[in-house]
């Protein structure tokens, strides 16, 4: 008999950790591979292909190639994680990238994300595109 998955804070930050240090093995491990990423300002629903591809063109436009982020707040309610980060790095003209994100995490009964809600400043995405081709 298998035991019914609880979701936890502990769990999450750990997806998070994980996700963050091995990418494809966060990805592999804790995400279905029919998930939905909806980028929530943009009212885009995405796959996780097309999640990892934009932002793989994000990143491209940075100089380390990537965001680091930092959970500042994490909570967990049900079968929903709720997630503050806090982005930063550099672009590739030499300004700052600080982006707040909020990621609410949709989990079913066998511990993987199926729904990713993403909130972000997409005026600073916009200006991270436009400025640093």
Request: charge should be negative; charged fraction near 20%; avoid cysteine.
């Amino acid at each position: 008999m298998s035991t019914q998955f609880i979701l936890t804070k502990a769990y999450t930050e750990k997806l998070f950790e994980t996700l963050f240090s091995d990418p494809l093995t966060g990805i592999t491990t804790y995400f279905d591979p029919s998930m939905k990423f909806i980028a929530v300002q943009e009212e885009k629903v995405y796959t996780l292909e097309e999640w990892t591809q934009i932002g793989g063109i994000i990143t491209s436009r940075l100089k380390d190639g990537k965001v680091a982020m930092v959970p500042t707040a994490i909570d967990v309610a049900g079968n929903k994680a709720f997630m503050e980060l806090a982005g930063t790095a550099t672009q590739l003209n030499g300004k700052p990238y600080n982006n707040r994100y909020v990621w609410i995490l949709i989990f079913n009964e066998t511990g993987k994300v199926v729904e990713l809600r993403e909130y972000f400043d997409t005026a600073l995405v916009q200006e991270l595109m436009q400025t640093n081709p």
